[in-house]
Structures are given as C-alpha cells and as structure tokens.
C-alpha cells in the first residue's frame, strides 16, 4: 500500500475521534476548586466582584475593630493587598473591577467633612470623583472603558444616579424622570447600557431601569409592586430581583428582550436575589429561608444549585456559603461564606476541567478503532506483497 493512503487511512480513523469527542463536550465543569481568600488581618472578608482576568476585590479588615473599618482590597486569589483610601479614617469598599483593571468603590475622605466618596484605582492612583453636591456618594460598577456608575446623594439631601470617569468626574445619569424621588445606579456594560432602581421616598414602590444611547426604559416586574436591576452583562441580559403576584416574596430574575424569567428559590428559602451572571448563562445570588438563612446559589442551564452543598466546601470546613457576587466567563465565583471558626470570610470557586464520560469512551475505543484499521491495512499490504511475488517483480517493502 502506498504510503499515502496508509496516511490517510490513518488521518480518517483520528477525525472520527476528534468529531465523537467535540460531539460529545469534551469540558463540563462538575467539580471546583475552593479557596479561602483570607483577610487583610483582622476576622471578616466579603469578595464582592471578579473580572474577566481573575482580579478579585472587596472589603476586609486589619484587625478587631471590623466590621466598624473595613478596607477595599483587591486579589488575585493568592494574597489580599488593601487598596489606597481618600485619606479618612474610616471604611473603605471595592465593589467592581472592569477588565481593564479600573476598580471603584467608596472611600472615607479626608477633611473637612469625612463623608465617603466614590473612586477610580488604576495602575497605583485612586482618585475622588467627587459628589453631586451632597456629602456621599458611592461607585457600584464599571466598564472596560473606565466608566463608572453609582449614587450620591445631591444638595437637596436625595440621592441620584450618576455616571463618570477618573478624567471626567461624576455627572447625573440622564434620563430619570424626576417624578421617581431617588435613583441608583448598580450595572453597567462596556457598550454603555446601564441599569439600576428608581424608588420613591419611603422606598416602598420601586422600579428597575434601563439607560440605553440616552433612553430611559421601566422594567416591570414578575408580576408584583417592585423589582430591582443588579447587573448586565454585554449581552444586555440583566438580573435582579422583583416581587411576585400578591408582594408575598421576592424572586431573582433574569430579564431579556422585554421578558421576565423567575429564576425560582432553593430548598427551604423563600426569597432569592440575583447579583450577578457572565457572558455564557451563568447567574450567581443568593437564597433565603428561616430554617436555612442565607444560602449562596449557581443558576445554569436552568437548574438552580446550592454552592453550599459542593463537596469541596464541606472539605474545606466551612460552614455554608452565604452568598456569591459575582462570574466570571472562565466560570470563576466569588463571594463570602462561613468558615469553620463562624467567621465570615472571602471565597473563590474555580471550576476544574474534567474529562465526560463521553470522552472516557472514546478515548477507551480508540485503540480497537486503531486496531481495526491497522489490520486491514496490514491484510491489504500482504494481498499486494502476495500478488507481487506471483507476478515475479522483487518485492519492496
């Protein structure tokens, strides 16, 4: 046989492996690595945000007095570094990181008033982006461009969602209709779409929203009085929370293209809120119930799981997982739990690769499919050598 055809032989019995295996979802995550993400000395750690690099950010504390100081810190997993404050003495929160690496938060700042602003860190520089006349203000969320969104509050003592940059300072998000008292800013993606709450006085009645290329949009709700816009991902998904028919609960949702879909409650809890979701269908929150308390959750592929039940939390000796902030696209979760001392603390789930069982038995296969086709080869080989011979030419082999 020539040696061509051997080749290709062996090329066609490689592509049936290769397409039972891609057929067959080689990577599934069934299992996850835990990691304890410490503190920055003292009891507690929240991690609230992961971005698409893996840096992590949060709040923790250096020593006794937390939670009444705690510190914005940043991770990448291995080691906790406190963030630079605006100069106060008092708390200090990171509560997003873009992919870029432009982390922002809220800071105690220095005199003549204390209050806490919101920040910009990037690359070793915080900078105060100020207030929109009041005393406090807050940044909840950032885009790759640097973009932040958040709340302050104004000179007439309501607060009011705002929009800004490092370079530019914070401004008022266009759009709100005045007629709704306060207003929060909690999402935003790196198109710009943001999204946030509305509420009137007494926070009674409130409504999620929806800023796009300048237009206000009211979410509605899951068929309640209120309802809450937490996060967008870049593909103008959005989640949150809302009450349902009769206000006897609160759901978390996921909202699409003008439609609602309640994402349920675990076992045992009675409201569930939604904090966060990636790119590729996976939303993170947490559920609630009397019996239970606070129970972390992964919704995907339209089941909802209790990040407290994964073996490797009970192999880490924590308690629970009380909630999870935020996904990233590589399946990365961060949020806070209960360690074995009653602590609350700072925890990272990385998803580990495994090989399906689909694959298993392709792989399993592959020396009888090898098999198969070598000896056919060799039989079609010795046919030749045998007709070679009869035919009195030398045999070359």
């Known amino acids: 046989m020539k040696q061509g055809t051997l080749l290709r032989k062996r090329l066609s019995a490689a592509s049936i492996l290769v397409a039972l295996v891609t057929a067959s979802g080689v990577v599934r995550a069934a299992q ?30 250096f020593d006794s007095n937390c939670p009444y100081v705690g510190a914005a810190f940043f991770s990448t997993g291995a080691e906790m570094t406190a963030l630079p404050t605006l100069g106060g003495p008092g708390n200090s929160s990171a509560n997003a990181v873009s992919s870029e690496g432009h982390i922002v938060g809220s800071s105690m700042a220095g005199p003549p008033n204390y209050g806490y602003h919101a920040f910009v860190y990037r690359n070793g520089v915080v900078v ?15 885009n790759s ?6 709340t302050s509050e104004t000179t007439r003592g309501i607060t009011r969602a705002f929009i ?24 935003i993606n790196n198109a710009g779409t943001v999204v946030g709450v509305v509420h009137d006085a007494g926070n ?23 309802s809450a816009a937490l996060a967008i991902n870049d593909l103008n998904q959005i989640v949150g929370v809302s009450s349902i028919p009769g206000d006897s609960s609160e759901q978390a949702f996921l909202y699409e293209d003008g439609d609602f879909l309640g994402l349920g409650w675990l076992p045992n809890t009675t409201y569930s809120v939604a904090l966060g979701l990636n790119n590729k269908g996976a939303i993170v929150g947490y559920a609630a119930g009397a019996r239970v308390g606070s129970r972390a959750f992964l919704y995907q592929d339209g089941e909802l799981l209790d990040l407290s039940t994964l073996p490797e939390v009970a192999n880490a000796g924590w308690q629970s997982l009380t909630e999870a902030r935020s996904v990233n696209d590589s399946g990365q979760i961060v949020g806070a739990g209960v360690n074995f001392a009653g602590q ?21 296969l592959g020396p009888l499919i090898y098999g198969v086709y070598f000896r056919r080869v060799r039989k079609v080989q010795a046919n030749s050598i045998n007709a070679t011979r009869a035919a009195g030419d030398p045999v070359r082999l």
């Open 145 to 150: 461009s640097g973009t932040a969104v958040g």
């Open 128 to 142: 105060d982006l100020g207030t929109l006349g009041g005393e406090t203000s807050g940044a909840s969320a950032v």
């Open 32 to 61: 996850y690595t835990f990691t304890d993400l410490g503190t920055l000395g003292g009891p507690m750690s929240d991690a609230i945000a992961i971005n698409q690099n893996g840096l992590i950010v949060g709040v923790s504390c």
């Open 164 to 187: 800004g940059s490092a370079e530019t300072g914070m401004s008022p998000l266009g759009g709100i209709p005045s007629s709704w008292a306060n207003s929060v800013a909690t999402g």
């Open 204 to 226: 009674v009645d409130r409504r999620g929203f929806i800023v796009q290329d300048g237009q206000y949009l009211e979410m509605g709700t899951l068929g309640g009085r209120t």
């Open 344 to 364: 609350r603390r700072a925890f990272l789930l990385t998803p580990v690769p495994e090989v399906s069982s689909a694959f298993q038995m392709v792989v399993g």
